[in-house]
């Protein structure tokens, strides 16, 4: 049965070490070390855990020169494209440059002085790299101007991010520096929603989608799955960020999941389906669906593993499913393909599972 695709707003493309941001490119997941850059060893160490949980690229805070002289090494070791987050001080981002990053993300609201920008463009030219012009809402404000600050305030925060941005790319588009990647982030889902609809009619720039300050696990990952969920089904955005607080490892797992519920990306792992369990239920389905989660973490192929709580409806509702389960009391039925294969007894399903999975692993390769 032929499905219903995204259509994807066509955008120029970026070259990030060997990842392209737009230009048709596939939509790439971003995340951000919460270790200490300049603790070397720890900061790789969580590098490696995102790039093995499907992170494309990972941004690391160049907060200070001891954080800047860290970074030639890390870009050395890292297995992805390793982008450098300044504030506030351009001569981190000079110092990144040098030490090879292959992105530099900026911040409007807090790098300004013009000169200070061109220096960085000049830089990032010279060494074949782009720059994220990143605007999030705490830094709009200029508050250095009660008068402007007053005049800021009247309007509409999705339209003052917008004019931030345009105004900023004002010292880009004067260097003719096009090697751009787009950001404006709100902690609200219809603002990031907002805001990003108006980038994405005004510029051809690729845009990195995501929310800031979103909350922990629970809320930020649902604020992020609604605004960037949203934007991605319009066709709009090309590489995202889940954001949350907690371990950023997760927020790469939760990207690629969004993605290939929106096929934008392939699954290549076992994908585990369970129902939502009803009065009908005989058995712990979601202790079950983890049992089998973890059983088949090692799969690299993609293999649909519905997780059933009766024998009424389950085995229709499991119907396109490459193997299935479902429990009756004390027991179950395996099938595979859509087939029944026999019934085995609860403590033995996880085992017949992976058996009839590795069945259909080698069927497919
Ligand atoms: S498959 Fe069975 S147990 Fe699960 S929700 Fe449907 S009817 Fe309820």
């Given at each position: 049965m032929?499905?219903?695709?995204?259509?994807?707003?066509?955008?120029?493309?970026?070259?990030?070490?060997?990842?392209?941001?737009?230009?048709?490119?596939?939509?790439?997941?971003?995340?951000?070390t919460t270790t200490p850059t300049a603790d070397v060893a720890a900061t790789l160490e969580q590098i490696d855990a995102l790039?093995?949980?499907?992170?494309?690229?990972?941004?690391v805070a160049a907060a200070a020169p001891a954080d800047t002289a860290a970074l030639g090494q890390i870009v050395a070791a890292s297995p992805v494209p390793i982008v450098a987050d300044v504030h506030f001080r351009f001569q981190r981002a000079l110092e990144a440059i040098a030490a090879g990053v292959h992105k530099i993300r900026l911040n409007p609201g807090n790098i300004t002085?013009?000169?200070?920008?061109r220096e960085v463009i000049n830089a990032c030219k010279d060494a074949g790299i782009g720059i994220r012009v990143g605007v999030n809402e705490g830094s709009?404000?200029?508050?250095?101007?009660?008068?402007?600050?007053?005049?800021?305030l009247k309007k509409p925060l999705d339209e003052l991010m917008v004019e931030t941005i345009t105004d900023y790319l004002e010292v880009f588009i004067e260097a003719d520096f096009h090697d751009l990647v787009l950001s404006a982030k709100s902690h609200d889902a219809i603002t990031t929603i907002a805001v990003?609809?108006?980038?994405?009619?005004?510029?051809?720039?690729?845009?990195?989608?995501?929310?800031?300050?979103a909350g922990t696990a629970a809320t930020g990952m649902v604020r992020s799955v609604a605004a960037v969920g949203t934007l991605l089904a319009e066709g709009i955005g090309d590489t995202i960020r889940?954001?949350?607080?907690g371990d950023p490892v997760a927020e790469a797992v939760a990207a690629k999941e969004l993605l290939a519920s929106l096929r934008l990306r392939r699954r290549d792992r076992a994908e585990i389906i369970a129902c939502p369990t009803c009065g009908r239920t005989e058995a712990d389905v979601a202790a079950l669906a983890e049992e089998v989660r973890?059983?088949?973490?090692?799969?690299?192929?993609?293999?649909?593993?519905?997780?059933?709580?009766?024998?009424?409806?389950?085995?229709?509702?499991?119907?396109?499913?490459?193997?299935?389960?479902?429990?009756?009391k004390?027991?179950?039925?395996?099938?595979?393909?859509?087939?029944?294969?026999?019934?085995?007894?609860?403590?033995?399903?996880?085992?017949?599972?992976?058996?009839?999975?590795?069945?259909?692993?080698?069927?497919?390769?």
């Open positions: 032929k499905l219903p695709e995204i259509q994807r707003r066509k955008t120029r493309g970026v070259t990030v070490g060997g990842v392209r941001i737009g230009g048709g490119s596939p939509v790439s997941i971003q995340s951000m790039a093995c949980a499907g992170c494309d690229i990972v941004r002085d013009r000169q200070a920008v709009v404000m200029d508050r250095t101007d009660p008068a402007r600050q007053a005049e800021q990003n609809r108006a980038l994405s009619e005004r510029f051809d720039y690729p845009l990195h989608l995501g929310l800031t300050h889940i954001s949350f607080a973890a059983a088949l973490a090692d799969v690299k192929q993609h293999v649909l593993v519905a997780v059933m709580g009766c024998i009424v409806n389950g085995p229709g509702e499991a119907e396109g499913a490459d193997a299935a389960v479902c429990c009756g004390g027991k179950a039925a395996i099938y595979r393909e859509g087939k029944y294969i026999r019934t085995v007894p609860e403590e033995k399903i996880v085992e017949a599972l992976v058996t009839e999975v590795q069945a259909l692993v080698e069927k497919k390769s």
